[in-house]
């Protein structure tokens, strides 16, 4: 399978209303679930409805401006009552404790570990973490994180699309939550080998943030 990735081909022969729907919705399942927008832009591209560039780059301003509203979320917080019952809860409380200088290995985690950024970047918000670190931080890990694990994605949703067919996309889908699901067991702050491991890593240890930059 060849996969255009150039971004020249993107606005070949113009763009009607069927692209914008699928833009449209790229852009919006990030704020759902990462791993949605991963399989429908991998099921884009390996049937070559838009080019691989413009999925990658929809997907990713998805990303961001769901990692920005859940930041302002948490800074809304701080001055609203009412959203604060509602978005502030014990486990931002807790997340709370784990936050002070490594925000790239905080959203890196993030990015592996599905449902731990709507918690996390809440957090960010309400604890004052400057918003030009974090958006720096948000930028450049999801810009390394993305094309990797949709490149994966397509790769192996084509793969598996030759032999199942349409069955592969949700097969797909199954195998992302089942792999994050393990990921989220192995990356969980608690005090076991595998958590002691990934603490040392990225700067954490018995659930707290030692530095970092």
């Known amino acids: ?42 099921y884009i591209v390996v049937h070559e409805l838009l080019p691989a560039s ?11 401006a769901s990692d920005f509203a859940f930041y302002g979320i948490g800074a809304a917080a701080r001055r609203l009552s009412w959203l604060s019952r509602i ?30 950024a709507f918690v996390a970047f ?14 720096a931080a948000s ?9 990797i694990i949709l490149y994966l994605a397509v790769v192996f949703g084509g793969a598996m699309h030759k032999s199942v067919g349409l069955w592969s996309w949700p097969l ?11 990921r989220r067991r192995v990356l969980t702050f608690r005090d076991t080998p595998a958590a002691n491991d990934v603490a040392v890593a990225t700067g954490i240890r018995g659930g707290r943030f030692h530095g970092g930059a």
């Open 1 to 42: 399978m060849i996969v255009d990735w150039s971004l020249g081909a993107s606005f070949h022969g113009g763009v009607d209303v069927a692209w914008l729907a699928k833009l449209g919705s790229l852009l919006v399942l990030p704020f759902a679930h990462e791993d949605l927008a991963l399989v429908a832009g991998a």
């Open 54 to 64: 413009l999925v990658t780059l929809t997907i990713y301003g998805g990303i961001i």
């Open 87 to 116: 978005a502030v809860d014990s486990r931002v409380e807790q997340f709370a404790e784990t936050i002070q200088r490594n925000l790239f290995g905080l959203i890196a985690i993030c990015r592996l570990v599905p449902g731990m």
């Open 122 to 135: 809440i957090t960010c918000g309400w604890m004052r973490i400057p918003f030009p670190r974090f958006a």
């Open 139 to 147: 930028l450049i890990v999801s810009a390394l994180y993305l094309p």
């Open 172 to 182: 797909l889908l199954g195998l992302l939550i089942v792999v994050g699901y393990a």
